[in-house]
């Protein structure tokens, strides 16, 4: 008796994925629960367990797309665990050694024995060395191939698809600013003992800025806001994005009602979503619903980047490598660790006031960080 392994639902908006990743080989016994492949789609990744015990037989290979529904293996209850191991070849008879003849001669041979040679004569002639062959002076390398082609995984064609689109649909408008990360690293390092050991988990600078822009909403509705059709639906909640970096492509995920979480919760739930995403276990739900998005090149060296929307949402920050450079403070050129900021916007929503006034309000939170954590 077999039963079949189908490719599960995964979303009401997804018909197909790749099988990016076999588990158990083709011929390999398997029990219930066990993880047989890996479904890749252009929102997020599943892992599919068996959901019977036997011998597992593949019917799609690792890099086909595959649709929902579809059969792509069959496990056989009962058969046996392993695949035969390959037959050794049979070793050969060694051949029978041929019978020395005795060098004497016989007693009734008539003829004499031969003379053993002399050591002169047994000396061979030595043969004058071939002289060595010049080296070529150029070597002709190993072909090797200049380019390579492979199928574009859902993820990557889903992302190139949303980027060309918030292209082409909004007007999209880049602001920048500079904000000086002295008070922030001061604080972090005054409290980082006492934080990690209350809470569990490290105070990072992320916390600051996902708390910063959810004050910078509030102070500048007209950014909290996206366009519908001929409708302008503005939201009322603070869901943020991060956008993650992972080996598979670029995921945001969201951060719900950060305006109501304390530092402490904003930590941990990037900490478990840092998690999901090396385990590549984000799920439709983590992705969906964010009203902004932070994008933290700084930590890959960028210096200064126009980040594109991340659609339907009207703004998204972009934070940069902290450097430190020479500024002037009251009257008086000092080395500080600073910050540039970017703002992008659909400037169709948002006005060029408007986006100024955002992106001050994050820089002012940052530079007085005291105040968020009074209001958390």
């Given at each position: 008796?077999?039963?079949?392994?189908?490719?599960?639902?995964v979303?009401?908006?997804?018909?197909?994925?790749?099988l990016?990743i076999?588990?158990?080989?083709d011929?390999e016994a398997?029990v219930?629960?066990?993880?047989?492949?890996?479904?890749?789609t252009?929102?997020?990744s599943t892992e599919?367990?068996?959901s019977?015990?036997?011998?597992l037989?593949h019917?799609?290979?690792e890099?086909?797309?595959?649709?929902?529904?579809q059969?792509?293996?069959?496990i056989?209850a009962g058969a046996a665990?392993a695949?035969a191991a390959p037959s050794?070849p049979?070793v050969?008879?060694?051949?029978?050694?041929?019978?020395?003849e005795s060098?004497?001669?016989?007693?009734?041979?008539a003829?004499p024995p031969?003379p053993?040679?002399?050591?002169?004569?047994?000396?061979p002639e030595?043969?004058?060395?071939?002289?060595p062959?010049?080296a070529?002076?150029?070597?002709?390398?190993?072909?090797v191939e200049r380019?390579?082609?492979?199928k574009m995984t859902?993820?990557r064609r889903k992302?190139?698809?949303q980027?060309?689109?918030?292209?082409?649909t909004?007007a999209?408008?880049?602001?920048f600013?500079e904000?000086?990360m002295?008070?922030?690293?001061?604080?972090?390092?005054?409290?980082?003992d006492e934080?990690?050991?209350?809470?569990g988990?490290k105070l990072?600078?992320?916390?600051?800025?996902?708390?910063a822009v959810?004050?910078?909403?509030k102070?500048?509705p007209q950014?909290?806001a996206?366009?519908?059709g001929e409708?302008l639906?503005?939201?009322?909640?603070?869901?943020?994005?991060?956008?993650?970096?992972t080996e598979k492509?670029l995921?945001?995920p969201v951060?719900?009602d950060v305006?109501?979480?304390s530092f402490a919760?904003v930590e941990?739930?990037?900490?478990?979503?840092?998690?999901k995403a090396?385990?590549?276990?984000?799920?439709?739900?983590?992705?969906?619903?964010g009203v902004?998005?932070?994008?933290n090149?700084?930590?890959y060296?960028?210096l200064?980047?126009?980040?594109i929307?991340n659609?339907p949402q009207s703004?998204?920050l972009?934070m940069h490598?902290?450097q430190?450079?020479?500024v002037?403070v009251n009257?008086q050129?000092?080395?500080?660790?600073?910050?540039?900021?970017a703002l992008?916007?659909?400037?169709r929503v948002?006005?060029?006031?408007e986006?100024?006034?955002f992106?001050i309000r994050v820089?002012?939170?940052?530079?007085?960080?005291?105040?968020?954590?009074?209001?958390?």
């Amino acid at each position: 008796m077999s039963s079949e392994v189908i490719v599960p639902a995964v979303g009401e908006s997804i018909s197909s994925g790749v099988l990016s990743i076999w588990h158990k080989r083709d011929g390999e016994a398997v029990v219930s629960g066990d993880l047989i492949f890996t479904l890749e789609t252009d929102k997020v990744s599943t892992e599919v367990q068996a959901s019977e015990s036997g011998t597992l037989h593949h019917r799609a290979a690792e890099g086909d797309e595959v649709r929902i529904g579809q059969v792509v293996a069959v496990i056989e209850a009962g058969a046996a665990a392993a695949a035969a191991a390959p037959s050794q070849p049979a070793v050969p008879p060694a051949e029978a050694t041929p019978a020395v003849e005795s060098a004497a001669p016989s007693a009734t041979s008539a003829e004499p024995p031969v003379p053993a040679p002399s050591p002169a004569a047994a000396k061979p002639e030595r043969k004058p060395e071939p002289e060595p062959e010049e080296a070529p002076i150029f070597q002709t390398a190993a072909r090797v191939e200049r380019t390579t082609r492979k199928k574009m995984t859902p993820l990557r064609r889903k992302i190139a698809a949303q980027l060309v689109s918030a292209q082409q649909t909004a007007a999209i408008l880049t602001t920048f600013n500079e904000c000086d990360m002295s008070a922030v690293m001061k604080l972090r390092k005054e409290m980082q003992d006492e934080f990690t050991k209350k809470h569990g988990v490290k105070l990072g600078f992320m916390s600051f800025f996902v708390k910063a822009v959810a004050d910078a909403l509030k102070a500048t509705p007209q950014i909290n806001a996206r366009i519908d059709g001929e409708e302008l639906v503005q939201n009322h909640y603070f869901d943020i994005g991060v956008a993650v970096g992972t080996e598979k492509g670029l995921m945001v995920p969201v951060l719900r009602d950060v305006d109501q979480l304390s530092f402490a919760g904003v930590e941990k739930a990037l900490g478990a979503y840092a998690v999901k995403a090396r385990e590549g276990k984000i799920g439709i739900s983590d992705l969906q619903g964010g009203v902004f998005t932070i994008s933290n090149g700084g930590v890959y060296g960028s210096l200064l980047s126009t980040p594109i929307l991340n659609p339907p949402q009207s703004g998204i920050l972009g934070m940069h490598k902290i450097q430190e450079r020479p500024v002037a403070v009251n009257g008086q050129v000092v080395i500080r660790p600073m910050m540039y900021l970017a703002l992008s916007y659909d400037h169709r929503v948002v006005d060029g006031k408007e986006a100024v006034t955002f992106l001050i309000r994050v820089k002012d939170c940052i530079e007085n960080p005291v105040r968020l954590l009074l209001e958390s």
